[in-house]
């Protein structure tokens, strides 16, 4: 080793170091210091610390005998000390620090200073008893930051008590399963199936019993469950963190057309993809099919996310689905998503609601003849409301007739929000004795949503996503001319 600095440095091999009660020198009284002193205290060592003065902060932890000082000396024995922390300005105590450490073989981490680290004290992600540990060898601390902030987002709170959990009742798990596989078996669906959920939710008691219970149940449980999951209308930094997680740890994910190609993309490359759309009326893949492929899966134990576009729960057969498979007692989850009506509308720059305009939005399906027939036409030609047509490009005509027949004035505001969320989204305004000839002006395609009433002027004032608002021509005229 050379004299003047550590030996020159290979890769860094990452250790969990046990501090509890253990003795680490400090080198500094500034705020360096005192910046480590906070973080190792939490891991109950007991500090002294050498250093000509201490800053306000340290004084107050020395006066509540948080901390041992020293003073300027470097004291005579080393033993004992597992690590020693140089945060120190000072260049000769400093030189004089890192010597005595290399002297004593004592760990050393040397602020800024990777140059003069034995050890370096990573960025974590704390979920304890689980935590990661982030290092960049000193070369780019700053990303191990970020990297950090990313994984603190992914990882729930709950994974840390799910981990106790185990902890604590791994005696019993052992004498219960003895064999090694059936183990990984509950533990799987220990960290996966209810109590994972259970634990998710802030029920930590009912975690504790699912497990209690099944280690009383002389079969092994299933850990097979299906998450009923929004995908929302596109964009895909418009998904919940909670639809991320499950997407990401998905065994087999069923999904429509709508949902978007870059959700997709975060499945596992292992995991198996089914698309199962619907488009246009003409079932690809009967709704009986779609329940027996969910109903399947699950039996055999795996974890099942049926994504959809939007929100499950909105004109999407999600109550179906979970009907049958409740039906079938799956473990079941349903992760709301953002639905094309409030996606759409938000993108295109239009409040649903509006103290001047509406005070109350319907959500409305103008999918097929059928539908469109039913629909209390009555009651939708109603001023300050907004109305919110899903599927509604086939029977563009229908709804403008309907409406107009209904009494509503051909003056009302309306825009259409095609690819709504995606970068190709495209918006048209008008008005609606001119709905139906702006959506064939403009080829209008579905996806599309369309929008009825006051609050749909204001795409053309607000909208701040993607191109600007598309118009009629005559509409174009009139509005120059006034
Ligand atoms: N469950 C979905 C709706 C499914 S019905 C939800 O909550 O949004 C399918 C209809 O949703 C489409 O015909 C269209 O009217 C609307 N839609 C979904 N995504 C859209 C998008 N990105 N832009 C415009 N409309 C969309």
Known sequence: MKSDQMSSAGPWLPLFMQLQDQAVLVIGGGIEAQRKINRLRKHGAVIDVVAAALNAEMQSLHAQQALRWLGAELPVTASGYRLMIVAEHNAELKAQALAYARHNGVLVNAVDDPANCSAILPAIVDRYPITIAIGSGGAAPELARKLRSQLEALLPQWIGPLAQLSADLKQRIRARLPQ?????????????????????????????????????????PQSGSVALVGAGPGDPELLTVKALRLIQEADVIVHDALVDERILDYARRDAELHDVSKRGGRCAFPQTDIHALLLQAAQAGQRVVRLKGGDPMVFGRGGEELQFLRRHGIDLEVVPGITAAAGCAAYAGIPLTHREHAQSVRLITAHGRHSVDRLDWRALAQERQTLAFYMAVACIDQVQKQLLAHGLSPATPVAMVENGTRPQQRVMVGTLGQLADLAHAHALQSPAMVYVGEVAALAAQLGWYGDAPLTDSKLSEQMAAA
């Not at 199936?193 to 092994?220: K, T």
Request: charged share 20%.
């Open 180 to 220: 090694s596989a059936q183990r990984r078996q509950l533990l799987h669906w220990l960290f996966t199936g209810p109590p994972a959920r259970h634990m998710s939710q802030g029920r930590a008691e009912l975690a504790r019993r699912a497990l209690e219970q099944a280690l009383a149940d002389p079969a092994l």
